[in-house]
């Protein structure tokens, strides 16, 4: 190190220029620290020091934002302070270059930590990193991520900066969307990256404990017993036309009668059915291997169901050895029938879960019966079946209004067993039901007729029936999918009421 010192300001750093040599100027006001001149004119300031009987240079940074010779200067006395408590910063900047990044870590924790994961739990995680923890996080280093870095990635992804259109192959793409909901799951994710470093000592915290998310939309619906029975006045007009698959109409009935998942029934095999115990033998499900006890009509429905030979799926697809996997078409007709399209596949669920409660049957045995791991899951029915605290509600409320004595007491029930949720299940009270059979309401006593055999038996031709139709005079009809149908007794009784309806010619003229 030369001996000539000079306090380094921006005029000095200013005045310097290029000689064809690399030089050193060196600060007076800080031993060690200075500026290097390359032979190009390239002006970078560094800090000379000696630690553990070697001499080191360290580079702090080239002239220019953020490096000032006033920052500069800082940094170098920072360094130094490292140096007399025994680190060397040169080391330390080496062994931060070797550090783990996020997407290091990412990788480590989808191969070894999840390596004992269900496949579903790894695919939904594989899918959260890729599509938007790893464009916005992934290069930076586990050690510095801060909970504000998370706080930004939970933004960012909620305002659909990570949503794209990724190509997965011929004719297949795959839509990145973002939103608050893949907001909340990848900071779950991060969350328990970061808690593979605390636990492997990578670093001493996880800043992702504590952020809070965006609030979570509670989808709850629950079918009362006036719309189960249009449900399946609805399946029972798809089945009768054959209008849908009758799998994926199985699988639909099958799906309310047990409250099972999805994907429990639809990957059911004839294996797993134990028709002596009545009851499914599920080796895998979201909550591990379970038993699922069936009804006697979830049994008439699998005894109905044709088995395709070689298919070892009771709701065999359309190629050789696979299985029912497109219902939501089939279900979005299906309910647009019924007059039920706010009500999604998994609110079958919820409301085999309903009817138990409201029908008395504890939380113990509802939670056995879907399968849940926690008792916690189950409370969303309680409100169902509370019928002591209900009961205390009506004496507490009657006795205050009968002190007040403004004559709002409510006359007791002419009979101890009258249904408390009588007023729940009122819904469409007023719409007179035919009588159903136990297989979750399917109408027996109606016959569906399509426009073909509708004009046959009316005497007109199909597009008169249209005609009729179109000016909303001829008899009532429903869709099935793209179909339109009759009901055999509709068409009896409009056929009474206008027996003097006009002919088709008269029509068209």
Excluded at 215 to 223: A, C, N, S, T, V
Excluded at 268 to 285: A, E, F, G, V
Aim: proline fraction near 5%.
């Amino acid at each position: 190190m030369s001996s000539d010192r000079v306090r380094i300001t921006k005029r000095i750093v200013d005045g310097l220029s290029a000689d064809g040599t690399d030089r050193f100027v060196w600060d007076s006001d800080v031993l060690g620290f200075g500026l290097r001149i390359s032979a190009a004119g390239k002006l970078v300031y560094v800090l000379q020091y000696r630690i553990e009987g070697r001499q080191r240079r360290f580079k702090i940074g080239p002239h220019g934002s953020p490096w000032t010779p006033e920052t500069a200067r800082s940094e170098a006395k920072s360094l130094l302070g490292k140096v007399v408590d025994g680190i060397d910063p040169q080391q330390e900047r080496i062994g931060e270059r070797k550090e783990l990044t996020l997407a290091d870590l990412s990788e480590t924790y989808l191969n070894e930590t999840l390596f004992t994961a269900k496949e579903s739990s790894i695919r939904q995680a594989r899918n959260n990193i890729e599509n938007h923890i790893l464009p916005l996080l992934g290069k930076r280093r586990v050690s510095k991520i801060e909970r504000s870095d998370i706080e930004q990635m939970l933004r960012d992804i909620a305002a659909g900066k990570t949503a794209r259109t990724l190509k997965k192959g011929h004719r297949r793409l795959s839509r990145v969307r973002g939103g608050k909901g893949a907001a909340n799951q990848c900071v779950t994710t991060v969350s328990a990256m970061l808690g593979v470093a605390v636990e492997r000592k990578l670093r001493a915290d996880n800043p992702a404990i504590g952020v809070r998310k965006f609030p979570g939309k509670k989808m709850e619906r629950f079918l009362s017993p006036a719309e189960l029975a249009r449900l399946g006045e609805a399946l029972a007009a798809a089945a009768s036309l054959g209008v849908e698959s009758q799998y994926a109409i199985a699988a639909l009935r099958l799906l309310m009668l047990t409250g099972c998942r999805k994907n429990e029934i639809l990957k059911l095999k004839h294996s797993y059915i134990d028709r002596y115990h009545r009851c499914l033998r599920l080796p895998d499900s979201k909550t591990g291997a379970k038993v699922v006890h069936l009804g006697g009509p979830a049994m008439r429905i699998i005894a109905m169901t044709p088995p395709i030979e070689g298919n070892p799926y009771l709701l065999p697809g359309k190629k050789n050895g696979t299985h029912v996997t497109d219902l939501q078409a089939v279900w979005v007709r299906v309910r647009k029938t019924a007059g039920l399209d706010d009500v999604r596949i998994h609110d079958l669920r919820h409301s085999f879960a309903s009817i138990g409660a409201a029908t008395g049957d504890s939380m113990l045995i509802i939670g056995a019966l879907l399968g849940h791991r926690s008792a916690k899951t189950t409370e969303r029915y309680t409100h169902l079946s509370d019928h002591p605290l209900k009961s205390a509600a009506e004496r507490i409320s009657d006795e205050i209004a009968r002190c007040l004595g403004e004559g709002l007491e409510v006359a007791p029930p002419d009979s101890a067993d009258e249904d408390p949720f009588e007023a729940f299940w009122a819904q469409d009270a007023e719409r007179q039901l035919p009588a159903a059979d136990p297989v979750l309401g399917a109408v027996i006593r109606t016959q569906w007729l399509d426009t073909r055999a509708a004009a046959a038996k009316l005497g007109y031709t199909v597009g008169t029936m249209q005609t009729y139709r179109w000016q909303g005079t001829g008899p009532a009809f429903r869709k099935i999918g793209r179909r339109v149908v009759y009901s055999a007794e509709a068409v009896e009784a409009w056929q009474r009421v206008h027996a003097d309806a006009p002919p088709a010619a008269e029509l068209a003229a």
